[in-house]
């Protein structure tokens, strides 16, 4: 069995796990290489310290938020990160060593988002769910049990992490007016990658986009009564817009976030038609 979390196509849990750990890989090693922003004067920078100002400075608890707040917290965080995701990776169908590394991962975002509230795109939040519902359903002895509880989890929680937005969308003015998607990459944090730059060329475009944005999420449900042989390819054309996205606003992270839960959709799928 391979490593890679393509090449496991029988086995869903690891196909739900394995991206959000190279998920994860790929933000420790961008939180490495770009560790300038999280030095004292920029605005990723530790600001526990300023809810226990109070403290005594020659206090126990003074010198553990000092910790935190250190830049070298951050790296040190970013190396146990990837050991975490070096266990879930390595771990293949062995839940012992898929719950210790998503405890590992879970236990180091916590720390991160102690340090600094600065929000988490979607894919970060569906990541840090799958790993979540991994670690929980792990303590239940039976590995078959724990294994179908954890990929109906992570199946509930996709269908509604598309539909309740597709849902939100279509009530949003922006959005339904086509605007929504020129205003994102309007932003310097999502429009300078030369993708976005030349899809702003062409606001018709962008506003057919924003619809069909709305159309597919709010129907993604419907994938559940479609022929099985279909699902394949619903899921890699919704695979395709999460890699849209990742490579037209910059966030590499957000494919790799979003496709580890499609594995439970196919597991739910095929066991229905199997019944």
């Not at 849990?13 to 004067?41: C, F, G, H, W």
């Not at 849902?167 to 976005?196: F, N």
Request: proline share 4%; charged share 20%.
């Amino acid at each position: 069995m391979g490593i890679f979390p393509l090449r496991t196509k029988g086995n869903y849990v690891y196909r739900s796990l394995a991206p959000v750990a190279v998920s994860q890989v790929l933000n420790s090693l961008e939180t490495l290489t770009n560790r300038s922003i999280y030095q004292d004067d920029s605005y990723l920078r530790g600001n526990l310290h300023l809810k226990l100002s109070r403290s005594r400075k020659d206090s126990i608890l003074h010198k553990v938020v000092e910790m935190i707040d250190s830049p070298k917290t951050v790296s040190y965080c970013s190396f146990i990160n990837i050991a975490g995701c070096v266990l879930i990776l390595s771990g293949q169908d062995k839940k012992l060593l898929q719950a210790l590394g998503s405890g590992l991962v879970l236990g180091n975002n916590k720390l991160l988002s102690i340090r600094n509230h600065y929000g988490r795109d979607g894919a970060d939040q569906m990541g840090a769910l799958i790993l979540s519902y991994r670690f929980v359903t792990s303590f239940i002895k039976d590995d078959d049990k724990a294994n179908d509880l954890f990929l109906k989890s992570v199946n509930a929680q996709t269908c509604l992490s598309y539909l309740v937005p597709g849902i939100a969308k279509a009530v949003s003015s922006k959005w339904l007016r086509g605007t929504a998607l020129e205003e994102i990459l309007s932003t310097q944090a999502y429009g300078s990658s030369p993708i976005a730059v030349r899809l702003k060329k062409y606001p018709t475009v962008m506003k057919y986009l924003t619809w069909g944005t709305i159309l597919w999420e709010s129907a993604f449900p419907l994938i559940y009564i479609f022929p099985e042989k279909y699902v394949p390819i619903l899921l890699h054309a919704v695979k395709g817009f999460h890699f849209g996205v990742a490579l037209t606003m910059g966030l590499p992270r957000f494919f790799w976030g979003f496709m580890g839960a499609h594995a439970a959709v196919e597991y739910i799928i095929k066991g229905k038609n199997n019944e």
